[in-house]
């Protein structure tokens, strides 16, 4: 019994966050710079900052196969492979296989996964936007699904706390559906862009803009600037992205108050029937196996939607017999994505004296310019684009039949100036989209498969017919020629957006969290990574979370200190 009462306080902490990546990370930062004792979960291996990224200066001739693994390897990522990301020599070491941590697919669902500390936030493509105040009202305004339980206003102060310690790259533009950050200077528009932005603007009276992005365009809180290496999914040396690792791990651990435990993988959170709280978390060591219980006042469960979402729905008791925080039965459900890969490309005559320097770390962005006063379309929502223009290089070659002089001054002049464009748009939130635990079928660690049922709708697909027409018609307007379109929707899953499984709203019997990312009936467990979502909207989302999360964390800090938690 003695070794029993040892074990247990030397397991115990103030505050346990699971989960490293974007929002796991910004939870350790809050918690640990508010004097919080706090132990940090990480079901992968760890990382450190600069040490452990073996490619990140690797040039193309040191990597084997020309960055292509064995074809023996590839049946461990057959599901990540058929997306069409790179799972390569220079990556693989960031992408889980497939075959070690199986899930299932009622519906095609692509769920793409790195387990280690740092998680997708060293892989992630940056792009970082506030959503709008319409954002956080549309639900109840249309009757979609239930309403958020905040509004703009409460998070805006957060956006800016998060911005100013990421370091977001961009420019000001006033737009209500797009408020505006702390920005870092923008990166420049290359001349076509702007023959682009001028052309819509005259046409249409809609808005480019130059991606706004968490790469550093000057040196930051310690960070060094951006090198336009485009090989940011390697790890960045300098810091110049914002990741975990580079960013709120480091400024975490400074405090002193932080224990990082890779190799943890949580099986459930411990729940107490007589008070109503979490005692801590159960964890399955990935290494040896062992089952070891960790406690604390505040769990914050940052995971991934899907991770943090197969943990409550493992966390079953009396009072919970389907889920933790599962009263209202939506736990699971209401999984939402972001639907692209639809829009156009074009060639452009002219400009043949310009050219750009470096790899910029951003393309263009065009925000939403639909149904922002009411819906005039056919659908409700919007989207808006990402995309870029750039000068063929010497891969045109290749299957030219030129030789000798004729051949050099092909693959050493530049080609045409193209660009592309593609869509992202919102997909709403729908019961019937949702993943649950498959307990009679196990990962290589015993933890239960997650199932996929999840799928498209009819407003999704009406508005796919804009995203690809709208981007013929803008191409056209700026001059290109031979403008062809594409649609691909492929499954859920492909933007690696997941959201929505465990969404915050005002009625506890409608939802899972109310609107300071607690659960409902459990509230010293705080859920605040893309699982929370109650909407999607159609920009990137990770801006978002880091804000939740910090509001959250620094609420949760204050609530402990009053004694309330």
Same mark, same amino acid.
């Given at each position: ?5 040892? +074990? ?76 069409? %990301? ?85 420019? +000001? ?78 400024? +975490? ?90 829009? +156009? ?140 379109? %594409? ?79």
């Amino acid at each position: 019994m003695n070794l029993n009462l040892k +074990a247990k306080k030397e397991n115990t902490y103030d505050a346990i966050v699971v989960g490293t990546g974007i929002s796991g990370g910004w939870a350790a930062k809050e918690l640990t710079e508010n004097g919080l004792n706090t132990l940090v979960l990480e079901r992968g291996r760890d990382v450190k900052h600069i040490e452990d990224y073996p490619t990140a200066t690797k040039d193309p001739w040191e990597l084997p196969r020309a960055d292509q693994i064995p074809y023996e390897e590839r049946k461990h990522y057959e599901k990540q492979m058929r997306t069409g %990301y790179t799972i390569s020599e220079s990556l693989k070491h960031w992408w889980i296989k497939d075959t070690d941590q199986p899930y299932q697919e009622e519906k095609r669902f692509d769920w793409i996964r790195g387990y280690h500390v740092g998680g997708r936030s060293i892989m992630w493509g940056r792009q970082s936007y506030r959503l709008a105040p319409m954002d956080f009202e549309a639900n109840a305004k249309e009757g979609i699904a239930v309403d958020w339980p905040i509004r703009y206003d409460d998070i805006a102060d957060w956006y800016s706390h998060v911005e100013k310690f990421a370091g977001i790259s961009g420019e +000001a533009l006033g737009l209500p559906q797009l408020p505006d950050s702390e920005f870092l200077p923008p990166w420049d528009l290359n001349c076509v862009e702007e023959e682009l932005r001028d052309a819509i603007d005259e046409t249409f009276g809609r808005v480019l803009t130059i991606g706004r992005a968490a790469n550093l365009s000057q040196a930051h809180n310690g960070r060094g600037t951006c090198m336009n290496r485009n090989l940011c999914s390697r790890g960045c040396p300098f810091g110049a992205y914002f990741s975990s690792n580079a960013a709120t791990l480091p400024a +975490a651990a400074a405090t002193g108050n932080m224990t990082l435990r890779p190799h943890s993988i949580v099986n459930e959170v411990m729940y107490d029937e007589d008070s109503g709280k979490a005692t801590g978390v159960r964890v399955v060591d990935a290494e040896s196996g062992d089952v070891i219980e960790y406690y604390a006042n505040i769990v914050f469960l940052n995971a991934s939607t899907v991770g943090s979402t197969a943990i409550l729905m493992n966390s079953t008791s009396d009072r919970f017999p389907d889920g933790m925080g599962n009263d209202s039965g939506e736990l699971g459900h209401n999984m939402m994505d972001h639907h692209f890969r639809v829009g +156009a490309n074009g060639e452009y005559d002219g400009h043949e004296d310009k050219y750009y320097w470096g790899r910029r770390p951003t393309g263009f962005y065009i925000p939403r310019y639909r149904n922002l006063n009411g819906n005039d379309r056919d659908y409700i929502r919007g989207f808006g684009y990402q995309g870029g223009a750039s000068r063929q290089g010497w891969h045109r070659g290749v299957r030219e039949l030129a030789i000798g002089s004729e051949l050099k001054n092909l693959v050493t002049t530049p080609g045409k100036w193209t660009m592309g464009m593609t869509a992202f748009g919102e997909m709403l939130p729908d019961h019937s989209n949702r993943m649950w635990l498959d307990h009679d079928n196990t990962d290589k660690w015993g933890q239960p498969q997650v199932v996929f049922d999840v799928e498209f709708k009819e407003n999704e697909f009406k508005m796919r017919e804009d995203m690809k027409n709208d981007a013929a018609e803008m191409l056209e307007a700026a001059g290109m020629k031979n403008v062809s379109t %594409y649609d691909d929707p492929g499954g859920p899953g492909l933007g690696i957006h997941e959201m929505g499984t465990a969404r915050m709203g005002r009625d506890p019997n409608t939802s899972v969290l109310n609107e300071w990312n607690q659960i409902h009936a459990v509230p010293n467990v705080f859920v605040t990574d893309g699982s929370c979502m109650t909407s999607a909207a159609c920009q990137n989302p990770s801006l978002t979370y880091m804000a939740l999360t910090a509001r959250a964390a620094n609420y949760a800090a204050e609530e402990l200190k009053k004694g309330n938690l």
